[in-house]
């Protein structure tokens, strides 16, 4: 890309391409201390951007920000172009901003396939004034659609033979594919997942960044994670940023980043 703006560490911004989100000089603060230092992030479609750096370094409350959780005492937000800065969590997520937590979030009761059939219902009842009046068989069309869409899911996270197996009696691994399941049925613009791999293993870390793929193959989405697994988001994602004490240290892909003496004094080791 010649004469593109160089960014921290070398890299060449996703400002210059195709940009899905971006978080422009974010800062967050708690009384005297502040746990966001003018951050900036910004993601592409079909990107898989990894966010680390070490515990207290702002990770989760960067991720409350895009999320709509937490108003930035100063900065911007913006979807596909749009400040949604003062946005509510529930209008993010009407409009494609989607998010994962650390902790396992299964109704475990239901089947794997009723737990995504749960996910899509609440986007086929938002529509239901309007779906009524255009009679039963739009709300028939929209149910089958839904359907497919829980299937193809399905096979896209390698459920398919769980389907009809209770979501509380699954393995972590699977449980994990789940939770990544119920945030793609809703076919989202962003996707933010925290900490994906906690308590995979390899294989099962390899297979979700599988999955992501897959996705992102068919799909305008932007994914930012936040991962512990430095080796996970080496492996796996196309550029990474680097947070100490809530501000951005470095940002690149990770080749730039493995090599940046700064994050390996801070961070790496």
Known sequence: MRGAPVGPSGSVPVAARDTVLEVSEVA???GGVRAIDDASLVVGRRELVGVIGPN???KTTLFDVISGF???TRGRVELDGTDVTGRSVAW???HGVRRTFQRQQVFGALTVRENLLAAVEGDRMRGGVVVDLLGLSSRRSG???QARRVDDVLEL???GALRDVPAGSLPIGAARML???RALVHEPRVLLLDEP???LGEAEAAAMSTALRAYLADHECGVVLVEHDVGFVMDHCDRIVVLNLGAVLAAGPPDVIRADPAVRAAYLG
């Open 157 to 159: 996270c390698d459920l």
């Open 179 to 181: 939770e990544l399941g």
């Open 143 to 145: 149910a089958s659609r």
């Open 70 to 72: 937490r108003r930035p």
């Open 197 to 199: 791999t906690s308590g």
């Open 28 to 30: 967050v603060q708690f």
């Open 56 to 58: 207290g370094a702002g």
């Open 92 to 94: 993010r997520a009407r």
